[in-house]
């Protein structure tokens, strides 16, 4: 916000503004040293000077929040004290409302009355956030595939903030919740409308992400950095990262599903640069893995509501054309649904017949990995499960899931 507009705010509106706006773009020292000279004005102690030591504790957990720090668990003490960063946030809470209630008494302090609410406001949106990243950690843990309920959930949460911390002073950490939200939205809405293999809405929705992410980055960066020439050594939260890699492996997802389609708009070594510099080049690592195996690989789908695509059951297959008959496989996967329902099951089948192996595995709900091969191949053939595991760990995006407790290096 231009210096010119904080000259028309409150004190008080403008140091807070100030601190969030430090918080917001990672420079939580510098949030802290406002808080120590604002504190070092006072020598009287009241509500607003207790709210500012809350704010020394805030610019911590924020730090932390935006480290990934939200689900780590620190050493416990000796009466094994929960110092999770979600119970840091409830800590800090409970204070706040402690000095909205010392305000109160205080009528004429309504300000701080009101600085205290919307703080209350922010925590309880941060805390319910810290739940969501739980739900995706988990989903990458049980790998269910239900992108549907972490639609509804980050729907919910971003209806329930609606008109939460909205005093001025908090406008730069209600814009980074905003964006976070925003993000998170598109990309599981987009993954939801890639498990039905809807083109346009899931480009629609990857698209949206990356212009929200693009957005919050120029809010990211420390301007002062900029002024100076060091926007090099700016490195971006880890959370931002993390939120990148999420768009990164959801676009390599969809450039995989749709390559067929993507192809058709552009050159074959233009179409290949640009699967080159995706997070992960699947289609490629199907080539790779065909030519050195001599296999025939496919992704498909047994969703009828699909019928109308003109390559129906196949999504994408390499060498583009194959022998099989995909209603074999369909009919090799409806014997067999009940195993595929344990995750990760990889199922062979052999017809001597055809002299042709088969092994597939579920990817997510209705859609299929099959390799098949025109030679009797052992089971757990180690390159086999090894590209099997990779494709469909890249395709389901569990590791990214997962380093939310592990970040990825």
Known sequence: ???????????????????????????????????????????????????????????????????????????????????????????????????????????????????????????????????????????????????????????????????????????????????????????????????????????????????????????????????????????LPALFEWLLKLKGAILSKFSLYFHNTLALQTSLSDMRQLCSKLLYDNYQKMIAFQKKNDASILILSDNQTNEENDSYPIIISYPQKINTDPDIILKMIADTSEELLVVDKVIYKYLSQEHVSYIYTLIEPGIYLVLTFENKKIEKDSHVIHFITELCTNLRCTKIFLSLKAPIK
């Open 1 to 235: 916000m231009p210096q010119d507009f904080l000259k028309f705010m409150e004190t008080e509106d403008a140091f807070l503004h100030n601190f969030f706006s430090c918080t917001s773009q990672g420079c939580y020292e510098k949030a802290k040293e406002s808080v120590e000279r604002e504190r070092q004005s006072y020598k009287v102690i009241g509500p607003w000077q207790l709210l500012l030591t809350q704010l020394i504790q805030i610019a911590s957990a924020e730090k932390s929040y935006m480290e990934i720090g939200f689900l780590q668990n620190k050493n416990k003490g000796f009466l094994r004290k929960d110092n999770s960063l979600k119970a840091i946030y409830e800590s800090i809470k409970s204070e706040t409302k402690k000095i909205e209630e010392m305000a109160k008494v205080h009528m004429q302090d309504r300000k701080t009355i009101n600085y205290c609410q919307n703080v209350i406001q922010y925590l309880t949106a941060r805390t319910h956030l810290i739940d969501f990243y739980e739900k995706i950690y988990q989903l990458g843990l049980t790998k269910s595939f239900k992108y549907n309920e972490l639609v509804i959930s980050i729907d919910n949460i971003t209806e329930e903030h609606l008109y939460a911390f909205t005093d001025i002073s908090l406008t730069p950490i209600r814009d980074m919740f905003s964006f976070e939200c925003e993000i998170l939205k598109n990309l599981f809405k987009a993954m939801n409308e890639l498990q039905k293999l809807q083109f346009l809405p899931s480009l629609a929705l990857i698209h949206s992400a990356h212009t929200t992410l693009s957005s919050w980055k120029i809010k990211l960066q420390n301007r002062e950095t900029w002024k100076l020439g060091f926007l090099k050594n700016n490195q």
